[in-house]
């Protein structure tokens, strides 16, 4: 089983940036499909990004396209989420999981191994 804890977040004016690092445990990392997801208060948890195993392929959410990119380095066993133009509306506490299903859904019951989480705050 793989373990992963989120690190990054923070408060960040509109318009900034923000770098997001998922470290995992265990030497079958590199197995996975990886993703990123966000929670606000009062909403479900949606999908934002995930990987491929070797970095080839990379999905986005329609709402952070163009601005937030998703990367990993298997090596050293970790997964990068780089938020550029960052908008109040993407405040929100950010997960990091791995998908343990081979159906192409992007929803939150195909990921397991959720991490604790990492809150981002962006002010207007």
């Known amino acids: 089983q793989v373990q992963l804890v989120e690190s990054g977040g923070g408060l960040v004016q509109a318009g900034g940036s923000l770098r997001l690092s998922c470290a995992a445990s265990g030497r079958t990392f590199s197995i996975y499909v990886m993703g990123w997801f966000r929670q606000a208060p009062g909403k479900e948890r949606e999908f934002v990004a995930a990987i491929s195993w070797n970095g080839g392929s990379t999905y986005y959410a329609d709402s952070v396209e163009g601005r937030f990119t998703i990367s990993r380095d298997n090596a050293r066993n970790t997964v990068t989420l780089q938020m550029n133009s960052l908008k109040p509306e993407d405040t929100a506490v950010y997960y990091c999981?791995?998908?343990?299903?081979?159906?192409?859904?992007?929803?939150?019951?195909?990921?397991?191994?959720w991490g604790q989480g990492t809150q981002v705050t962006v002010s207007s």
């Open positions: 999981a791995v998908k343990f299903t081979p159906r192409g859904s992007r929803s939150p019951d195909d990921f397991g191994s």
